[in-house]
């Protein structure tokens, strides 16, 4: 894991998103909060490495960021969630690894946007972070799951990009502008989804 796991109180579980990446400089990367980032921002498949910090005694609380679009202001909304619903209805078929551990707790529901999806997500990984500090006993613990809206925490500037991203363990580093970020240790079903999204990899910093 990158930076100093001494200092760690807090872990942000988030989305791969560019877009997200000031936000959570500017609220969330204060050198004591440890992130892991994936496709989406799903809990399942992360237990290992964050039981590993919460059996520590130093994480205080945990955050789940998810965001959304908004088809009024033209903001696409979360790509992996895009790929779910695609998945659902038949029009993709996701890797093994991602349609298990993500996939597989939509595939049940009927969804009328991808708005409902994203909203979902938020109950879905909120759950899953609960059942997990529960498994652990650590009732000490604040878990808080938030839906950010995109187009309240990036401006297009209109420039096109590549599409690269940078995969890696859990860090306590700043984010860099216009990357997508995998930092969830080997998981190779976040970064082949992220590929058939058209990203590709620039480095692989572990």
């Not at 998103?17 to 909060?33: H, I, M, P, S, V």
């Not at 790509?79 to 597989?104: H, L, P, Q, Y």
């Not at 082949?192 to 620039?202: D, H, K, N």
Request: aromatic share 6%; glycine share 10%.
């Amino acid at each position: 894991m990158g930076g100093n796991m001494e200092n760690v109180r807090r872990i942000v579980i988030a989305c791969m998103d560019f877009r997200l990446n000031a936000y959570l400089n500017e609220n969330y990367n204060d050198g004591k909060t440890l992130f892991f980032r994936n496709a989406g921002g799903h809990v399942k498949g992360l237990e290992a490495g964050l039981s590993k910090m919460l059996k520590s005694g130093n994480i205080s609380s945990i955050v789940v960021i998810v965001h959304d679009g908004s088809e009024k202001r033209h903001v696409k909304g979360c790509a992996a969630m895009g790929a779910i619903k695609e998945d659902i209805e038949g029009r993709r078929e996701c890797n093994r690894e991602f349609e298990t551990e993500v996939v597989s707790f939509f595939k049940d529901r009927k969804f009328g946007s991808i708005s409902e999806i994203e909203e979902y997500n938020r109950k879905v990984q909120e759950e899953a972070l609960g059942n997990l500090v529960k498994s652990l006993n650590i009732p000490q613990v604040e878990i808080e799951a938030k839906l950010v809206h995109t187009c309240d925490v990036y401006s297009d500037d209109g420039k096109q990009r590549e599409k690269v991203m940078v995969e890696g363990e859990p860090s306590s580093e700043r984010y860099k502008d216009g990357v997508y970020y995998i930092q969830s240790g080997n998981r190779l079903g976040d970064v082949e989804l992220a590929q058939t999204l058209g990203i590709r990899s620039l480095t692989k910093k572990m």
